[in-house]
């Protein structure tokens, strides 16, 4: 999932629920309600989403309940994105839309949280006046001062980077929820300095979360009823964790294989992968495991060697191919999805023609594609220029795009006839008579529904249709052992 283009007048309802994340929070205990309703939206990243999710939990333990409408809530929390501009003027767009909330009713008090609250800091309440906090991405926790110091009529700012935090105690509010799929996250921050990325300036330095803490989070997940968990970090596979008292080592390879093993009925997915750092232990792990779902994100973003140099992604094309042989030779029944920019620095069309090449050689099955966007402060930014005009960008996006949705259904067309297990998460989005469901190879499902059938059961499905983006079909079996 990434989320960096809703506005207010162009979301689709998908995307409503995916930014206006709320629902009826029950207070924890010896939490006392104080009247008050928060309203969070998050763009970006899966992590942001995560993070509103600690910001939820910590909001209810000061008394406050959510609403899923910013007109009622007495503070409106924009949860924010700045890997692209186009992310960040949306952003402002909303704060707008904000602002008149606040003409009329006065007392509103409205923070920016996550990546642009950190690269912009005080900047921001310079810039827009219509904002009372501006909480980074590791402050969290200081919101209730923050809140206090806005209402007392100052202005709330914490853009303080940790070395350490990881919000490894705090249970998640789970918002907007389905019930089956939750996101876990497992690292913060990154430490590798790709020249085009502004997250390592916006998310600070990497750090692992205790495995102990995700492992009681996954449990509590499964016994709430949920069957999936998604274990989120900007490089998962750099997951490093040892035991200050016995020195034990975790990897990320150790966890996923405990994940696994907290319940066979707990499907594992984990999102994102760095090529220089998914091993052959990862691999293993995945074929070992039932339920470590067979795909894996993989994001390659420039298929040319001299580019991902420029790009300081530390791998070559011959690396990353070797990777995607040995994804299928290890594990032959695996999907493979990809980040993909188009026209970065001085790229030439020979250069463009690599990443077409490397899309159509590792068979993505989906991809997140993007035009360079030059972010303030990176490495490229300071280093090269953006020299590629727009419209080549978006003609060599447009090539990426065709031969993307190209691959999506080739591959799709070879599940015509295959029957696959799938996990319901709900009702298929154009109609309440069908299920939609995700199989292993975190393709979508649509099929009809079946009595007795709920979200978090597993069935198996027969694909009998097929387009690029979805697999149509219907329900041969019902997994009885699963479905309690
Ligand atoms: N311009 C365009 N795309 C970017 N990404 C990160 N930074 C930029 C940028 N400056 C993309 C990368 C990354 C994904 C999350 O966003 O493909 O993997
Ligand atoms: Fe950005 Fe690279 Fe870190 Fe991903 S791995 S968050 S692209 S610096």
Redesign the pocket.
Known sequence: MYNDNPTINNLSNKEIDETRQGEALVLPDGAQANGKKFYIESYGCAMNFSDSEIVASILAKEGYSSSTQYKDADLILINTCSIREKAEKNVRQRLRVFDKSKDKKPGVLVGVLGCMAERLKKKFLEEEKLVDMVVGPDAYRDLPKLIKEADDGGKGVNVFLSREETYADISPVRLGSNGVNAFVSITRG?D???SF?V??FTRGRERSRDPFSIIAEAQDLVNKGYREVTLLG??VDSYKWSNPETGERVTFAKLLEMTAEVDPRLRVRFS?S?PKDLNNDVLYAIKKYHNICNYIHLPVQSGNSRILKLMNRTYDREWYLERIDKIYEVIPDCTISSDIIAGFCSETEEEHQDTLSIIEYSKYIMSYMFKYSERPGTVAAKKYADDIPEEVKARRLAEIVDLQQEMSHRSNLKDLGKTYEVLIEGDSKKSKDDFKGRNTHNKMLIFPKQEGLKPGDYVYVKVNEVNSATLIGEIVKVHESFNA
Do not use: G, K, L
């Open positions: 990154c590798n300095m790709c990325c997250v390592p900007q490089n994102t760095h």
